[in-house]
């Protein structure tokens, strides 16, 4: 299975706000992964390229 990242993650590890992280997904740029029972956007590698 493939590795998850928290948007934290990925903002620290891209350098780049959260906030544009959310602003890119809205736009169709990127998609995230979410669970009923688990509220934070999770992003797999995929989604990072």
């Known amino acids: 299975m493939a590795e998850l990242l928290k948007i934290r993650e990925v903002s620290s590890k891209y350098?780049?706000?959260a906030r544009a992280l959310r602003y890119y997904?809205?736009?169709g740029l990127i998609s995230s992964t979410?669970?009923?029972?688990?509220?934070?956007?999770?992003?797999?590698?995929?989604?990072m390229k």
């Open 25 to 27: 997904e809205d736009m």
């Open 15 to 17: 350098d780049i706000s």
């Open 34 to 47: 979410r669970s009923r029972d688990y509220a934070y956007r999770l992003y797999d590698e995929q989604a």
